[in-house]
């Protein structure tokens, strides 16, 4: 998973009627990232009173430090799978601090990852899917979730393009096995407005299906 934290105001303006909580997830080099922004840019856009964060897991803590240390240090994509888990909760406690603030302060929050990457990347590990639900299951639900799916060869591919150096993460075996459970998220949150998106496409085009889905939510 990406290994750094940040918040963004990309527009200050009035309150809106609504409020709206979106989030991004897929593997790494699933062109999430690019997407986000991309949203960001179409809301400010489609409504000038749009008051729109943009923000990221692991996100601001003590935790994450101690998360980012480990992707950076570790090889093995299968090792400390319950230290992992417990860090992603503890740092998405403080995370959903924000989130809630953001929100009640009538932000649209778009977060590039949410509890979806744990049932993914920490299941992938090995976790208890049962267990990862339930630490998880607190958590505030998204109005609309967008998985970008692409081939696991596809993100590495792309990941190896960009960087030097790859995280305990990168590996393309581990990161099909990753991509699978993303596919099955679905059918274990029945409730959650989860929708796949194409990333195997180009960039305006894998937009142009997430911004027919935001339509149906503004």
């Known amino acids: 998973m990406e290994n750094s934290g940040y918040q963004v105001i990309v527009h ?53 430090k101690k998360i980012r240390e480990i992707l950076k240090n570790e090889n093995d994509p299968n090792s400390n799978s319950e230290q992992l888990l417990n860090l992603y909760v503890k740092d998405r406690d403080k995370h959903e601090d924000f989130i809630l603030e953001s929100i009640y302060n ?35 639900k998204p109005d609309i979730t967008f998985i970008i799916d692409v081939p696991a060869k596809v993100a590495m591919d792309r990941i190896k393009k960009n960087r030097n150096k ?29 929708k796949i998106i194409n990333g195997n496409q180009p960039i305006d085009e894998v937009f142009y299906d997430i911004k027919i889905k935001l339509e149906e939510i503004l």
């Open 12 to 64: 200050k303006g009035p309150v809106l009627e609504k409020e709206k909580f979106i989030v991004f997830e897929g593997i790494d080099g699933s062109g999430k990232g690019t997407q986000i922004f991309k949203a960001a840019e179409y809301l400010f856009n489609h409504n000038k009173l749009i008051d729109c964060i943009v923000t990221r897991e692991p996100w601001n803590s003590n935790e994450a």
């Open 106 to 140: 009538n932000k649209i929050v778009l977060s590039d990852r949410y509890y979806y990457s744990s049932m993914a990347y920490q299941l992938g590990q090995g976790a208890d899917l049962t267990k990862i639900i339930e630490k998880n299951k607190r958590f505030t």
């Open 166 to 194: 790859l995280d305990k993460f990168e590996e393309e075996k581990f990161l099909n096995e990753v991509r699978n459970n993303y596919l099955n998220i679905p059918n274990y949150l029945k409730k959650d407005n989860i």
